[in-house]
């Protein structure tokens, strides 16, 4: 059962807002079905970085217009990390973790909209609350 899983999966992809548990389930799965285990928060900053993410930067964004600009600016990397964990690790569950903040960024992105792609297992940990207004966007 496990080998017939692993070989007719493509991913299984999880996101949701924070402390819901993605991380655990997506060790769990890997686990189970004997399959690497990617978090976006453990390599975001290295795709960041291909693309000119610069921590300098960031820090003082950070100290001189506060925590909403730093977002704002990691955000804007965030489609191109999101883009290459779901290219470069195909067969693979992944956490791709809270992505709320950025989901309208996100949207037009082709390797984002795999996470409808019928050969991939999504899943949102998401409450109905918060999940409603962002499919309204």
């Given at each position: 059962?496990?080998?017939?899983?692993?070989?007719?999966?493509?991913?299984?992809?999880?996101?949701g807002?924070?402390?819901?548990?993605?991380?655990?389930?997506?060790?769990?799965?890997?686990?189970?079905?004997?399959?690497?285990?990617?978090?976006?928060?453990d390599?975001?900053?290295?795709?960041?970085?291909?693309?000119?993410?610069?921590?300098?930067?960031?820090k003082?964004?950070?100290?001189?217009?506060?925590?909403?600009?730093?977002?704002?600016?990691?955000?804007?990397?965030?489609?191109?990390?999101?883009?290459?964990?779901?290219?470069?690790?195909?067969?693979?569950?992944?956490?791709?973790?809270?992505?709320?903040?950025?989901?309208?960024?996100?949207?037009?992105?082709?390797?984002?909209k795999?996470?409808?792609?019928?050969?991939?297992?999504?899943?949102?940990?998401?409450?109905?609350l918060?999940w409603?207004?962002l499919?309204?966007?």
């Amino acid at each position: 059962m496990q080998k017939d899983l692993q070989s007719s999966l493509s991913s299984v992809i999880l996101i949701g807002p924070v402390g819901v548990g993605k991380t655990t389930i997506a060790r769990l799965i890997g686990e189970k079905i004997a399959t690497p285990v990617v978090s976006l928060d453990d390599v975001c900053y290295d795709y960041y970085r291909e693309i000119g993410w610069n921590g300098m930067k960031a820090k003082q964004i950070y100290e001189q217009e506060g925590s909403e600009a730093f977002t704002q600016y990691d955000d804007s990397f965030r489609p191109y990390a999101v883009e290459q964990v779901l290219a470069r690790n195909p067969h693979s569950v992944i956490d791709l973790g809270v992505l709320t903040p950025c989901w309208k960024t996100l949207m037009p992105f082709p390797a984002f909209k795999l996470l409808l792609h019928p050969t991939a297992m999504s899943f949102c940990f998401c409450p109905l609350l918060i999940w409603k207004p962002l499919c309204a966007c």
